[in-house]
């Protein structure tokens, strides 16, 4: 039994091998979406200056900070999302770039937070950002690009759906029921449906206004902003606005988002929102001490969440092993029939690693029973048999236990590498 004193901390988890090529999977779609939209990789720090987050965030978050003081006597904090980051690298080197600025970052956060599911106090997400375009064509590119990475990983129309409102129909609200500052208004709004019905009331008396009021405003669609009717035309264009609904009780709950606002909803609602994201113009300003001024607009998706998402989802969990069976380990896996050929398995290990088949084989002598059941552990799609006719070998393939004899003088790696290019066979579920 493991000593229950080096196990890992709350919140925090081991990646064993399968876990790994998950997180490969989910990173593959990202990375695939991204660039089919144009998207350029960056990179920030994982450790910040905790001021960056003290700024601007706002909410709950600077409550969750893994916060802490460096041997140099500076206030550091992992960093609990891309955005503030993002906005400082911005403003930093803007210059060297031309607008609109399309980037995306895949990486780990922290938050320090009570764990949960699809909730853990380290996790990997994904933001993707634009910069520099002020227009609702660049939030309506943000949620098409959200769009499409959902489809990517399998969902279909009626697995999700993306509910979006816009900042700015609320300042209005704000303005008519004479209520001076929206900024703490507003967290109200975002956990309505989250509060009990007399601990509602009680905060909604202070500003003044009633629930009867708000459900009024929430459920007349005239309050959609003009930005949020440009969102959808634009969607409808692309063939993409039967995924997107207004909501107006959707604000996100960080301070610097500023207009459009959008979460991506499981539709039998088993889980909180899997992705979200909105318009923060004045964010680069603010951490630049106005020397930076650009429109931004960004969404993020976390790891955990989605993948609990894909587990539950019959069709999405239905690709990920699909992807999972056609990126292995290893592609192909070595029988050494004969241990006196051993040295020539050897040299067609190395001929076809150096081709770029992955390849893998018994470093100590086994019977063949017990190497092809290796190589079934191993998720191998074809085994090479080596026994006393070489250089004449026999390539089982093994979901379908057929094989074919490899002549000599036919070229290996070529002849693997159309095996490997050609499908088994449908995936049942």
Known sequence: MA??????????????????????????AWRGVAHRYGFTEYEAPIVESTELYLKKSGGELTTQLFRFEDQGGRDITLRPELTASLARIVGANQRDFPKPLKWFEIGPCFRYEKPQKGRGREFIQFNADIL??????????????????MIALGFQQGDFIIRASDRESWLGFCAEHNIPEPSEFLPLIDRLEKLKPEALNEQLAVFNVTREQVDAFVNNPENASPAFKEIQQNLNARGLGQYL??????????????GAVFEIFD?????????????YDGLLSTLSGGATDLPATGFAMGDMVIRNFIEETPNAKMEMEAWLARNPACDVYLVIADESKRNNALGTLAELRSAGISTDFSMSPLNVGKQFKKAQQ?????????????????????????EETIHPNTNLAEAIQSYLDSPDGPLIA
């Open 3 to 28: 000593d229950k004193r080096f196990q890992s901390l709350p919140g925090f988890r081991d990646f064993t091998p399968r876990d790994c090529a998950v997180r490969n999977y989910l990173f593959s």
């Open 132 to 149: 520099g375009e002020g227009s609702a064509s660049a939030d309506a590119e943000l949620i098409a690009l959200a769009i499409d990475t």
């Open 245 to 258: 609904e207004l909501d107006l009780t959707i604000v996100r709950g960080l301070a610097y988002y500023t």
């Open 267 to 279: 539709t039998k609602k088993s889980m909180r929102a899997v992705a979200g994201g909105g318009r």
């Open 378 to 402: 191993s998720g191998a799609r074809l085994a090479l048999v080596i026994g006393a006719e070489f250089p004449e070998m026999q390539l089982k393939i093994l979901s379908s236990r057929t």
